[in-house]
C-alpha cells in the first residue's frame, strides 16, 4: 500500500512432487491465523506455529534399509516404540513462542520466556522428558506435571514445567511464562503498526507461520564489545523482524514473506554486520571460556577458605562427641552442626554458586547446601576419608574436599560428575584398604541415589 519500488516481499511457489517427503512434512490443510497473530506478545522475539507430519519421515525412510533399521532402534531404545509410530504421534499442530524483556540476559536466560506445545500421542515424549527431568536435583513430579528442580547451578534462571494434557505436551520455562500468557490486558504484538505493515499483503491462512524479531536486541553485550555501546543500541534499533506464512495451494507448496528491512540494509547485513557477528560467535567462547576459567579458579580458592571452619565445626562436634562425627549421612549430618550453633547457614554455600543461605536452620533444606557430607566417621578413621565435598557440579574440574584429618584439599578432577567418581579419584590418591573402599563406595552410590546424582 505504500509507494516506491520495494514492498519488502519475498514469495516462494514450489510445485507439488509427489515423489518428495518434503512435500507431504508440513501437513495438507490451511487455517485461518489471524488469532493466532492476535496471541502474539509485545516483546515476541520468535513465534512459529506449522502444522508438521513427521511421519513422512519414517516412511521416506522405510525405502532405506540400513537406516529405517537404525531409526527404529533408537526410538525402541528411548521411547520403547518403532520410529514410524513415534513420529506419527508427534504430528500435527507444533507451536513455539519466544518473548524477551528489555533487560534480557542471553547468557543466563534472565527476562527470557519460552513455551513450546507439540501433539503427544500416549505421552511417549512426555514420560522420556520425565525421566531426563529427574537428574535435575529438586525436581517435583506429578501425574500430568513434572517442575524441574532450580537450574542455577547450570547459570540458568528457569526453573522449566512440563505438562501432558488431553494427547498434547506442554513446555515453558517457568510458571511466569502462563502468568504472562494469561494477562488479557497485556499489550499484543499484532497491535503494533511494525507487525501491521508485516502483515499486510499476507495470505490470512496457511498450514503455519513463522515470526523473527529482536535477535540483535538479545546479542547488545556481544554487539557492545565490538561496536561500543551507543553503536550496539544503534544496531538493536535496526534489529530485522519478518513474517513467513506457509500456505498449501492445489498445485503445491506457496511462502509469503515480508521483512521491515529494505535491500540497502540486507545487503549491509550480508556483507558488515553477519560477518562482525559471526566473528564474534568465533572469538567469543574462547574469551567466554578463559574469564570463566579464571573465575573458577577465583571462586574455588573462595570455597577452599570457606571450607576451613566447616572443618573447625566438624573438629568441635568431635570433641564434644567421644571423637565421632555427626552420623546421619548429606544433609542431615550438615543440620546437625547448624542445630549445635557451630557453624551459620552461609557457611553452607559455595562462593562458586547461586545457592542461597538458609534464613535460619528450621528453613535449611537441599537448596540451601553447596556440599555433601559423608557421615558416620570418628577421629580413629583412616585421617583421609572424605567428610565433606562439593556438589560435583560448583566447580569446572575441581573438587574441594574436607577430609577426616581436618585438612582441605583440591582435587584436579575432570567431569566430576558424582560421588562415586569424587570417592575413585580420592582411592588413586590414597589407596584406601578394601574395607574402607567398599564402605566409601556405598555411602557415595547412596549420596548419588538421594541427590539424584546416578
Same mark, same amino acid.
Given at each position: 500500500?505504500?509507494?516506491?519500488?520495494?514492498?519488502?516481499?519475498?514469495?516462494?511457489?514450489?510445485?507439488?512432487?509427489?515423489?518428495?517427503?518434503?512435500?507431504?512434512?508440513?501437513?495438507?490443510?490451511?487455517?485461518?491465523?489471524?488469532?493466532?497473530?492476535?496471541?502474539?506478545?509485545?516483546?515476541?522475539?520468535?513465534?512459529?506455529? %506449522?502444522?508438521?507430519?513427521?511421519?513422512?519421515?519414517?516412511?521416506?525412510?522405510?525405502?532405506?534399509?540400513?537406516?529405517?533399521?537404525?531409526?527404529?532402534?533408537?526410538?525402541?531404545?528411548?521411547?520403547?516404540?518403532? %520410529?514410524?509410530?513415534?513420529?506419527?504421534?508427534?504430528?500435527?499442530?507444533?507451536?513455539?513462542?519466544?518473548?524477551?524483556?528489555?533487560?534480557? $540476559?542471553?547468557?543466563?536466560?534472565?527476562?527470557?520466556?519460552?513455551?513450546?506445545?507439540?501433539?503427544?500421542?500416549?505421552?511417549?515424549?512426555?514420560?522420556?522428558?520425565?525421566?531426563?527431568?529427574?537428574?535435575?536435583?529438586?525436581?517435583?513430579?506429578?501425574?500430568?506435571?513434572?517442575?524441574?528442580?532450580?537450574?542455577?547451578?547450570?547459570?540458568?534462571?528457569?526453573?522449566?514445567? %512440563?505438562?501432558?494434557?488431553?494427547?498434547?505436551?506442554?513446555?515453558?520455562?517457568?510458571?511466569?511464562?502462563?502468568?504472562?500468557?494469561?494477562?488479557? $490486558?497485556?499489550?499484543?504484538?499484532?497491535?503494533?503498526?511494525?507487525?501491521?505493515?508485516?502483515?499486510?499483503?499476507?495470505?490470512?491462512?496457511?498450514?503455519?507461520?513463522?515470526?523473527?524479531?529482536?535477535?540483535?536486541?538479545?546479542?547488545?553485550?556481544?554487539?557492545?564489545?565490538?561496536?561500543?555501546?551507543?553503536?550496539?543500541?544503534?544496531?538493536?534499533?535496526?534489529?530485522?523482524?519478518?513474517?513467513?506464512?506457509?500456505?498449501?495451494?492445489?498445485?503445491?507448496?506457496?511462502?509469503? $514473506?515480508?521483512?521491515?528491512?529494505?535491500?540497502?540494509?540486507?545487503?549491509?547485513?550480508?556483507?558488515?554486520?553477519?560477518?562482525?557477528?559471526?566473528?564474534?560467535?568465533?572469538?567469543?567462547?574462547?574469551?567466554?571460556?578463559?574469564?570463566?576459567?579464571?573465575?573458577?579458579?577465583?571462586?574455588?580458592?573462595?570455597?577452599?577458605?570457606?571450607?576451613?571452619?566447616?572443618?573447625?565445626?566438624?573438629?568441635?562436634?568431635?570433641?564434644?562427641?567421644?571423637?565421632?562425627?555427626?552420623?546421619?549421612?548429606?544433609?542431615?549430618?550438615?543440620?546437625?552442626?547448624?542445630?549445635?550453633?557451630?557453624?551459620?547457614?552461609?557457611?553452607?554455600?559455595?562462593?562458586?554458586?547461586?545457592?542461597?543461605?538458609?534464613?535460619?536452620?528450621?528453613?535449611?533444606?537441599?537448596?540451601?547446601?553447596?556440599?555433601?557430607?559423608?557421615?558416620?566417621?570418628?577421629?580413629?578413621?583412616?585421617?583421609?576419608?572424605?567428610?565433606?565435598?562439593?556438589?560435583?557440579?560448583?566447580?569446572?574440574?575441581?573438587?574441594?574436599?574436607?577430609?577426616?584429618?581436618?585438612?582441605?584439599?583440591?582435587?584436579?578432577?575432570?567431569?566430576?560428575?558424582?560421588?562415586?567418581?569424587?570417592?575413585?579419584?580420592?582411592?588413586?590418591?590414597?589407596?584406601?584398604?578394601?574395607?574402607?573402599?567398599?564402605?566409601?563406595?556405598?555411602?557415595?552410590?547412596?549420596?548419588?541415589?538421594?541427590?539424584?546424582?546416578?
Amino acid at each position: 500500500g505504500e509507494s516506491g519500488l520495494f514492498e519488502n516481499r519475498m514469495f516462494l511457489a514450489l510445485p507439488r512432487e509427489p515423489q518428495g517427503f518434503l512435500w507431504g512434512l508440513t501437513g495438507s490443510g490451511n487455517r485461518p491465523l489471524r488469532e493466532e497473530f492476535r496471541a502474539l506478545p509485545a516483546d515476541t522475539v520468535f513465534a512459529a506455529d %506449522l502444522t508438521l507430519e513427521p511421519v513422512v519421515l519414517a516412511r521416506a525412510l522405510k525405502q532405506l534399509e540400513t537406516t529405517s533399521r537404525q531409526g527404529d532402534e533408537l526410538a525402541d531404545s528411548i521411547f520403547k516404540t518403532p %520410529l514410524e509410530p513415534l513420529l506419527a504421534g508427534i504430528s500435527g499442530e507444533w507451536s513455539v513462542l519466544v518473548t524477551a524483556d528489555g533487560d534480557a $540476559s542471553a547468557d543466563t536466560l534472565e527476562g527470557i520466556r519460552l513455551l513450546v506445545t507439540l501433539p503427544d500421542a500416549g505421552g511417549r515424549l512426555f514420560r522420556y522428558l520425565a525421566g531426563v527431568a529427574q537428574l535435575v536435583p529438586g525436581t517435583v513430579s506429578g501425574e500430568n506435571r513434572v517442575v524441574f528442580g532450580p537450574l542455577n547451578r547450570f547459570g540458568i534462571s528457569w526453573r522449566p514445567e %512440563l505438562h501432558f494434557d488431553d494427547g498434547r505436551l506442554y513446555l515453558y520455562s517457568s510458571q511466569d511464562m502462563l502468568d504472562y500468557l494469561a494477562d488479557e $490486558s497485556a499489550p499484543r504484538l499484532a497491535d503494533t503498526p511494525e507487525f501491521r505493515k508485516l502483515a499486510a499483503g499476507l495470505p490470512e491462512s496457511g498450514s503455519g507461520f513463522l515470526y523473527s524479531g529482536g535477535g540483535l536486541a538479545l546479542l547488545r553485550n556481544e554487539l557492545a564489545s565490538l561496536t561500543g555501546a551507543e553503536s550496539a543500541a544503534a544496531l538493536a534499533e535496526l534489529d530485522q523482524q519478518e513474517l513467513t506464512v506457509f500456505r498449501n495451494e492445489p498445485d503445491g507448496k506457496l511462502t509469503v $514473506s515480508r521483512s521491515n528491512w529494505d535491500l540497502n540494509q540486507v545487503e549491509f547485513a550480508e556483507r558488515a554486520l553477519i560477518p562482525a557477528v559471526g566473528l564474534i560467535t568465533l572469538v567469543s567462547p574462547y574469551l567466554t571460556e578463559h574469564r570463566e576459567m579464571l573465575d573458577d579458579k577465583a571462586a574455588q580458592q573462595k570455597c577452599r577458605l570457606q571450607l576451613k571452619p566447616l572443618a573447625d565445626a566438624l573438629e568441635k562436634y568431635a570433641a564434644e562427641h567421644d571423637g565421632r562425627f555427626p552420623a546421619e549421612e548429606g544433609i542431615a549430618g550438615l543440620k546437625t552442626l547448624l542445630e549445635a550453633r557451630l557453624i551459620a547457614p552461609s557457611a553452607l554455600i559455595c562462593p562458586g554458586t547461586e545457592d542461597e543461605a538458609a534464613a535460619d536452620t528450621e528453613s535449611f533444606t537441599f537448596d540451601n547446601c553447596s556440599y555433601v557430607y559423608f557421615g558416620g566417621f570418628n577421629r580413629k578413621s583412616n585421617p583421609k576419608l572424605p567428610l565433606v565435598i562439593d556438589w560435583p557440579f560448583n566447580h569446572a574440574d575441581a573438587v574441594n574436599v574436607i577430609l577426616v584429618d581436618g585438612s582441605v584439599e583440591t582435587l584436579e578432577l575432570e567431569n566430576p560428575e558424582n560421588c562415586r567418581r569424587v570417592v575413585s579419584y580420592l582411592h588413586t590418591r590414597y589407596h584406601y584398604t578394601e574395607p574402607e573402599f567398599k564402605q566409601l563406595m556405598q555411602k557415595a552410590a547412596a549420596l548419588d541415589q538421594q541427590f539424584e546424582l546416578d
